[in-house]
């Protein structure tokens, strides 16, 4: 499975965003799919992701801000994020699970990653 984020660049505060991911190869095996971001000097963080079926996991200091749904085809994951501040400012990673549980097993496929920056 490979997977390709886009759709980062400057935005200013305030402003709102969508990053796209794009999975490609054995998609049918992945039952998550999902962000996760790392803003500069800082740990990984979980954002949301996506299970079969449809349920979404929000980190919940972010959920009223940002939004992830499939696209078609439906291997394609968007995430809509509005009101950004700097602190917004990371690189924005699409991640992807065989396993339902990711919270146990973890992700399996990462993508490269897309920089969002929130700057004026």
């Known amino acids: 499975v490979q997977l390709q984020a886009s759709g980062g660049g400057l935005v200013r505060p305030g402003g709102s965003r969508v990053i796209s991911c794009e999975a490609s190869g054995a998609t049918s095996s992945l039952n998550a799919m999902g962000w996760y971001r790392q803003a500069p000097g800082k740990e990984r963080e979980f954002v949301a992701v996506?299970?079969?079926?449809?349920?979404?996991d929000y980190n919940d200091d972010l959920k009223d801000r940002f939004t992830i749904a499939r696209g078609l085809p439906k291997n394609n994951l968007y995430m809509r994020m509005n009101n950004l501040s700097p602190e917004d400012t990371a690189v924005y990673y699409c991640a992807a699970a065989q396993n339902i549980d990711y919270i146990r097993h973890g992700m399996d496929f990462w993508g490269k990653g897309t920089l969002v920056t929130v700057s004026s």
């Open positions: 996506m299970i079969s079926g449809g349920h979404i």
